[in-house]
Each structure stands twice: as C-alpha cells, then as structure tokens.
C-alpha cells in the first residue's frame, strides 16, 4: 500500500515554464487536494476534488490548473512558472465520511523552485 | 472554519510528557479539533481528532475542555523522534479543507 506518491521530488523551472506534479493514491479516496507551504508557514489550500470529473478553488488557486479524471489520480499543473511559485507542493486524499472526523493523508511533498 | 491559538514554540526532555496547547474559542458545535505534526518538512501526519470528548491513540491522547474552547495533546513519553512542528486544527467532520496556521515547534532535549 504506498498511500499518496507525489512525483517529481525535486524541479527546476525557468520563468514562464509550465510544468505537471503528479499526485496518486491507492487507497479509493474520493477527496484530494493540493497544498503549497512556504518557509516558516503552515499550508495554504490551492485546489481541491470530491470525486472524479469534479474540482474546486482553495485559497491560493491563481497560476494552477488541476482535473481529476480518475479516482485515483490529481495533477497539478504551473501554466507559467513565476519565482513566487517557488514552494513545497503537498497533495493529500481522504475519504469523505462526516459522521465521525476524517483522517487525511499527506504525500512527502515535491520541492519546485522557479528561477 | 474556526481560527486556533498555538505557542510558537515549547521545549521538553525526553521521557517526559508533553503538553501542547491549543485554544479554539469560536469554534462551532459541527467543528472537530485535529491534530497534526510535520517532522522537517516531511508531509504532515495525522495524529488524532476529537468532538468533545477525550480521545487517545497510540500516539496521544486528546483533551478536550468542557465548554470547546481549548484542547491539549499530550504525548506521554516524548522522545526525539517528536520533535517536529505540531498543528491545532479545527474544522468540520469531512475535514475537507483544513486551515494550517503556523503551529507549535515541539523540541524534545535529552
């Protein structure tokens, strides 16, 4: 069971470069969403999904595109990288139970800098 | 979602307990209090959620005031491992979009 696998974990990119993080899980999760976190913050919500076919804005959507065309899989995608783009990028998945709480499941983040 | 209070930072020796504050006065009858811990910059780990009633787990356990309005995790035996930035969250049960703030830094001396 690998749980969340981000991929790459470590980038590059030029300004103006458009590059795909790539986010998987195997564990049937219908929700998954897309974090950045800068240093010395907490995380910040860009995207986020409750199911195939259906995305939403977080906080901080402006320069990402994301769709979910699977269960399993949410990619991340910089139209044109700019240096304030420069981040750790989480992606995470959940069940959606609102009954008891919820547990979420982080991935090992993917380090981009943009210069 | 309802906005939490941490300290900046706490110190413990290892072996001893650690008790990590968390206070969540606005928070709403539907809210549940998670915790959360970050050790370096790995992706965040689960560690336990609660409505009003103390909650323990393997890792910890959770304590809830009667009126909602502040939690404490505790983590009995605390060891290096647990040094790591701790956050207090607050949301709803779904817990679809949580709100990070900056946390607790949680260093664990010998």
């Known amino acids: 069971n690998a749980g969340v696998t981000q991929t790459p974990k470590f980038q590059v990119l030029k300004t103006g470069q458009s590059m795909t993080l790539q986010c998987a899980q195997d564990?049937?999760?219908?929700?998954m969403s897309w974090y950045r976190q800068d240093p010395g913050m907490g995380l910040r919500l860009i995207h986020y999904?409750?199911?195939?076919?259906?995305?939403d804005q977080g906080e901080v959507p402006n320069g990402y595109n994301v769709s979910r065309s699977t269960t399993e899989d949410f990619p991340l995608r910089l139209l044109s990288a700019a240096p304030s783009q420069t981040s750790v990028y989480f992606c995470?998945?959940?069940?959606?139970?609102?009954?008891?709480?919820?547990?979420?499941?982080f991935g090992e983040g993917s380090w981009l800098t943009v210069v | 979602d309802a906005k939490t209070t941490q300290p900046p930072s706490m110190d413990c020796a290892e072996g001893r307990a650690a008790n990590l504050p968390c206070n969540h006065s606005?928070?709403?009858?539907?809210?549940?209090v998670y915790w959360y811990r970050q050790i370096h910059s790995q992706g965040p780990q689960y560690i336990i959620h609660?409505?009003?009633n103390n909650e323990t787990n393997e890792m910890a356990s959770l304590i809830i005031t009667e009126d909602r309005k502040s939690s404490t995790l505790i983590l009995p035996h605390a060891t290096l491992r647990d040094t790591a930035v701790y956050y207090c969250?607050?949301?709803?049960?779904?817990?679809?979009?949580?709100?990070f703030g900056t946390g607790t830094r949680l260093q664990v001396t010998l």
């Open positions: 969250i607050v949301a709803t049960g779904t817990a679809s979009k949580l709100t």
């Open positions: 995470a998945s959940s069940y959606l139970r609102p009954v008891s709480g919820n547990t979420i499941y």
């Open positions: 564990m049937n999760h219908e929700y």
């Open positions: 609660g409505l009003k």
């Open positions: 999904s409750v199911g195939a076919g259906i995305t």
């Open positions: 606005t928070i709403s009858g539907n809210e549940y």
